[in-house]
């Protein structure tokens, strides 16, 4: 992403900038903020702008600082604000990611959450489109998650359940399970009861304790065995949704058909069953691409043994993770890094306009066709 020279960027991940991303940003123009969310709301300038909060990925919007981290609505709006100054238009993706993430733990609450955090987003996005009058909207997701029912087996008689019944103890919750978790490894065995109630609104049993003191020192790395291992996330997300008329079935991604919903100006919009082909075609369209993306993918991500055909080229490996393609002709040398959009003619370097891709398994780059025209 950060050889993609977008204009705007807006997430977590502080912690993989690299010196050669913060090189590349000085050179290219962008601004990077890090844990700055008042700079980023300010910002008017005209540049390229990438603001960053957290380490890693941001949290979750349950347990976000509204001080600290903007919210995804907030990212929307700035986005929007400063995209909507290009002359050519934009394209802008805004992506409610941790809906993924909350289901894959099974937390209700943070899927809710998360939700409307979205939602919120999607709201800024629409008056932006309907004020405009040029823009299309498509909302939709890429798979579902987690299984999630809005009745279960803990509640019975599902017709005669009230609001309160299906949603009263999950609005009660103030925090998601992940973030409790990092609350609880901190707290005191016979504070946990209190910090559990303060939180949640739950009282624990005493087998329910005995399961979180015993999980306790247990935390799963990877997010998406969070749903399915005995870890205290998951312990505290049995006894939250055992309150709960909400069921699960799987901690992993399932295979029911998405919500899809579009906007368009003139009303053209996508209807019925549509498949993801579908979509892109109709993105292609309403965003007037002259030429079509397969045609683009294949004079931007041509095979360098295609694209170099007949002449001297060798793959320098000495750094595993970004080798660098090497061709020669006649005096000039092309040097092609792996994952970069800059690449050097003779010692120089020059801006691609594209990133670079390598695959391991064929030893191939995929490249711009007009490359060759360089040498
Ligand atoms: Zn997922």
Redesign the pocket.
Known sequence: MAYQNLDVMFGGGNGILTDDIRQHFNQNGTTLFSNDRNALLNYEGEGKVWALFGDGAMTYDLDRNPEKAPSLAEMTDKALQLLSKKENGFFLMVEGSHV??AA?ANDAAAVIHEFLAFDEAVGKVMDFAQNDGNTAVVILSDHA?GGLSIGSRNCSGSSSLSLEDLFGAVSNYKISASGLESILVNTKPDEIKSVFKEYTDVEITDEEMQTLLSSKNYKEGDY?QVGTSENLAHNIVKILNARTCFGFTTGS?TGEEVLLASYHPQGDILKGNVTNRGVNEYLQKVAGLEISLQDLSDSIFAKHQDVFAGMNYSIDKQDPDFPVLKVKKGRNTLEIKAFSSVAKLNGKSFDLGSVIVYIDKNDTFYLPVHLKEKL
């Open positions: 993924d993430w894959h998650t998406t991604h």
